[in-house]
């Protein structure tokens, strides 16, 4: 049987509730600025970086910002919910309980800013199963290229091929999968749309963390 020995999670969608508070973030800063959102926005921006994103607002909206402000303001948005009040999915906190105690190397992979990252996972007292978390700021670029999760894994000690990478974004996943990690999709809700490509594309797709957090899946991870 295939024997994997590190896990990298995904934050937004994957651990965390947060789809929902972007989506209506997108349509917020576009408002206050004078602009009605176009309907496919948040599938748009979904896909991109943090500096990406606000390049494209400023280009795509001829914005009298630099991409600069833009991060800036989307940053302050989206600073009390990742502060106060976004939910972990639920079962994630116990599944990495699960994780830890089976000894299995953690990482996150996310392109939300590192500031609001550290901020939701120390509040939600999350952070100290993780080895590391790698951002864009980090040097890798966003995750239509594999950087990210290869840089992850060599973090984590591992190769692509002895890893589980954790997704919700299915070019994310078509990413992680290309590279030749084993990836598991969560079917959030934000994306509907996406699920049946999603199942093609990961080893196993799931809806819940309590749908893995059995003794059938941690019997896939070699112990030390």
């Known amino acids: 049987m295939k024997q994997y020995k590190s896990m990298i999670f995904d934050m937004d969608g994957t651990l965390l509730d947060s ?3 972007w989506q209506a973030l997108d349509r917020r800063f576009l408002r206050e600025n004078g602009i009605e959102p176009p309907p496919d ?29 833009v991060k800036a303001r989307v940053e302050q948005l989206a600073a009390e919910a990742y502060q106060e009040t976004l939910p972990l999915k639920a079962g994630a906190k116990e599944f990495l309980e699960a994780a830890a105690q089976h000894g299995i190397p953690c990482a996150i992979a996310s392109v939300t800013y590192p500031a609001l990252l550290e901020a939701a996972l120390n509040r939600l007292g999350i952070r100290q199963y993780f080895r590391c978390i790698l951002t864009p ?3 890798t670029e966003g995750k239509h290229a594999p950087d990210i999760y290869l840089e992850t894994a ?9 890893t589980v990478v954790m997704e919700d974004a299915l070019y994310a996943a078509e990413t992680a ?4 990690f084993c990836t598991v999709g ?14 093609a594309v990961c080893s196993r797709t ?9 003794p059938a899946f941690f019997a896939a991870f070699s112990k030390g």
């Open 19 to 21: 789809m929902g508070m």
């Open 41 to 69: 926005i948040s599938d748009i921006v979904k896909k991109m970086t943090v500096d990406t994103s606000s390049a494209y607002f400023v280009e795509r909206f001829r914005l009298p910002m630099t991409p600069q402000q």
């Open 137 to 139: 700021d980090s040097g």
């Open 154 to 162: 060599r973090l984590l000690g591992t190769t692509p091929a002895e």
């Open 177 to 180: 999968a290309a590279a030749g």
């Open 186 to 199: 969560f079917r959030d809700a934000s994306a509907q749309a996406d699920w049946a490509a999603l199942d």
């Open 206 to 214: 799931v809806g819940s963390w309590a749908e893995l957090n059995n």
